[in-house]
């Protein structure tokens, strides 16, 4: 990338980026500081615009069971609650 080059910044290879957005893109991985700066400015968007305020996915799938399970404890109490 041209504005990394400029920037005198340190990226990843034309193939790798190409994989990394990939990721991105499929919101399996989410970019790193650098490369979020980067993407500010080539859109010349702020973060909260691309997205990189929200809390990050899960990203193992035990994570995601663990908040899947948490969600469904926490429906559970709410629906004796309400049959009590």
């Not at 990394?20 to 991985?29: A, G, I, L, P, Q």
């Not at 400015?41 to 909260?48: D, L, Q, S, V």
């Not at 997205?51 to 193992?60: N, V």
Request: charged residues 20%; aromatic residues 8%; glycine residues 6%.
């Amino acid at each position: 990338m041209l504005l990394a080059d400029h920037w005198g910044w340190d990226i990843a290879a034309e193939n790798s980026l190409k994989v990394f957005v990939s990721r991105w893109e499929n919101d399996t991985h989410r970019p790193g500081q650098t490369y979020q700066v980067l993407l500010c400015a080539i859109f010349r968007a702020t973060p909260a615009e691309l997205g990189f305020t929200r809390p990050a996915a899960a990203s193992t799938l035990n994570e995601r069971l663990a908040a899947l399970e948490s969600v469904i404890e926490g429906l559970t109490e709410r629906l004796g609650e309400v049959a009590a």
